[in-house]
């Protein structure tokens, strides 16, 4: 069993890099992946444990990009690095994406105060160590009581769809994936599932535009996916020859119901041929 989507309290998962090889260990993971979001610090604490200890750990990351259209839809793209580290450029180009984020930070922190939320981003950031998210700020939210819980916080302050909701300008998903390819790694859509695409046209549609940006890859189990959503990114996958991959999207406490390695209600047994076909075709 594998989980190849994964994250550490150097973004914003709960557990420490050791401690999330620790749970991989005793769950019974024979390899994981780390896809932090905009860092790499997660997987560079946890490499030489992991190998000490025997655990297959990828190199792998989590970008936000933007795609076309008329409404531009945010889509994360995972960066997997199977054959070698990545380059010190994109480690740098990564630097960059990290100061859009903290810009973002204190523009969604002004919006937050002129709503009257006593927030600072000090004490965000206290909470966010390498990089500070909303996930962060949901959790100072619930700390001082203007949200009851994650969720809460998401869907009344820092959610796609609440009022003091500020945009982040990720780069484009073609550049995403350009960067990752430079850097010899494999860029992969994340749990699809999340864009909402209801109509099954519309959906293959944007997948071929994700194609024609770059994109290698699809993440076909997930913990939001049903039975039903992966057979049907299975086919896709198979269709435009996109490499298959799969994680649980493990955050650890602020994602209670998402356990590594077998996500949400047991809904995932990732084989370990997925990772071995995502070597062959990096």
């Known amino acids: ?22 749970r991989a260990l005793s769950t019974g993971l024979e390899a994981l992946a780390i896809t932090d979001h ?9 490499a030489q444990s992991a190998r000490a200890y025997g655990l297959d750990l ?7 990009a933007r795609s076309d259209g ?56 206290r909470l966010g160590r390498t990089l500070t998210g909303r996930p962060h700020f949901a959790r100072v939210l619930v700390n001082k009581g203007y949200a009851t819980d994650h969720e809460d916080a998401f869907r009344r302050y820092v959610g796609e ?6 945009e982040r300008h990720g780069p484009h998903v073609a550049t995403t994936a350009q960067k990752i390819r430079e850097a010899g790694g494999l860029a992969v859509w994340a749990h699809p599932i999340r864009l909402g695409i209801r109509d099954a046209t519309a959906e293959e549609q944007f997948i071929r535009k994700l194609c024609d940006s770059g994109i290698g890859g699809i993440e076909v189990y997930h913990s939001d996916h049903g039975p039903q959503d992966v ?35 047991e809904n995932l047994d990732i084989p370990n041929s997925v990772l071995e076909n995502l070597r062959r075709r990096s």
């Open 161 to 166: 769809a609440a009022p003091s909701f500020v």
């Open 38 to 46: 905009d860092t790499f610090a997660g997987y560079d604490r946890a």
């Open 1 to 22: 069993m594998i989980d190849l989507h994964s994250h550490t309290n150097e973004s914003d998962g709960t557990c420490t890099p050791l401690e999330l090889v620790d």
């Open 58 to 64: 990828v190199c792998g990351i989590e970008l936000n």
């Open 70 to 125: 008329e409404r531009r839809r945010p889509v994360h793209v995972l960066g997997y690095f199977l054959q070698a580290p990545p380059t010190p450029e994109f480690r740098a180009w990564l630097a960059e994406m990290q100061s859009s984020r903290r810009e973002r930070n204190s523009r969604l922190i002004a919006k937050l105060q002129a709503m009257g939320v006593d927030i600072e981003l000090a004490e965000v950031e």
């Open 231 to 265: 057979a049907r990114y299975a086919a896709l996958a198979a269709k435009y020859n996109l490499a298959v991959t799969g994680g649980s999207d493990f955050h650890g406490d602020i994602k209670p119901d998402i356990e590594l390695g077998t996500g949400r209600q």
